[in-house]
């Protein structure tokens, strides 16, 4: 009976030397080719993959001077199982990050929304200025001009947005930031003019000057609107 338990305990042993994620991960990375190479060939696909991905990280995190994932006696196992619970950690964060986007996207919306029930921007104008030495213009300029409406029932003091100029196919070909602060009665239109240094090495500078009238369309995207008794909405 004595000698049947020993022989037990000796396979359990054996078992144990041929289990591949038994097999102690080296400190050296330069050992891992040729330590790790048999036992990684007996694991399944899913856990072989696990590993590498366990390695990868390990690898980059030492090149950077961070954190050390190989620490003395770490297995193959042990790597598969800190990997996935990394992996489950980051996918718990991704999909808080994606909640928490589709949340801003939402406000987002509805405030714009809101926002242009309350302004009309629309562009009257874009014209591109040739450089005037005698006038002290040293460059070619983006001049704009855009009609501002208060459509709401309170006053403002002052709007804050940007108008994205697309083609006749809907491709954003450039866009323009304003802010207006002179104020505008309730049911009163007012005029933004505003201009920018032409760069012919910009391709959103260029793709927007050749623009023709008639061939494209704009969209107000609000930043915040002021209104004179303080109150505001702003953009989150």
């Known amino acids: 009976m004595k000698n049947f338990a020993v022989c037990i305990a000796v396979l359990f042993a054996l078992s144990a030397c041929h289990n591949p ?3 102690a991960i080296p400190a050296d990375a330069d050992k891992w080719e040729t330590e790790l190479k048999q036992p990684l060939q007996q694991l399944s696909e899913t856990d072989r993959q696990t590993v590498a991905a366990f390695l990868v990280r390990a690898k980059f995190l030492q090149a950077f001077g961070k ?8 297995t193959i196992g042990g790597a ?27 406000e987002q919306a509805e405030i714009q929304k ?3 029930g309350l302004v009309t921007v629309t562009v009257l104008s874009k014209t591109l200025a040739p450089s005037n030495p005698r006038a002290g213009q040293y460059g ?6 855009l009609g501002i409406e208060n459509k709401g ?5 002052g709007v ?15 866009r323009v930031g304003f802010s207006f602060d002179d104020g505008i009665e309730v049911g009163e239109s007012k005029i933004w003019e505003g201009s920018r240094d032409y760069n012919q090495f ?28 303080g109150t505001k909405i702003t953009m989150p």
């Open 202 to 229: 910009m391709e959103a500078h260029k793709s927007l000057a050749n623009l023709e009238e008639g061939k494209y369309h704009t969209k107000f995207v609000p930043e915040a609107i002021i209104f004179k008794d």
């Open 160 to 174: 804050k947005g940007t108008v994205h100029f697309y083609d006749i196919f809907d491709k954003e070909q450039g």
């Open 140 to 145: 070619d300029r983006q001049e704009f001009k």
């Open 80 to 106: 598969i199982e800190e990997q996935n619970k990394w992996a489950a950690a980051r996918k718990d964060e991704e999909a808080a990050q994606e909640a928490l986007k589709k949340k801003l996207l939402a």
């Open 153 to 157: 029932a309170k006053p403002i003091l």
């Open 67 to 74: 954190e050390t994932l190989i620490t003395p006696g770490l």
């Open 114 to 116: 809101q926002i242009q």
């Open 21 to 23: 994620k038994s097999t």
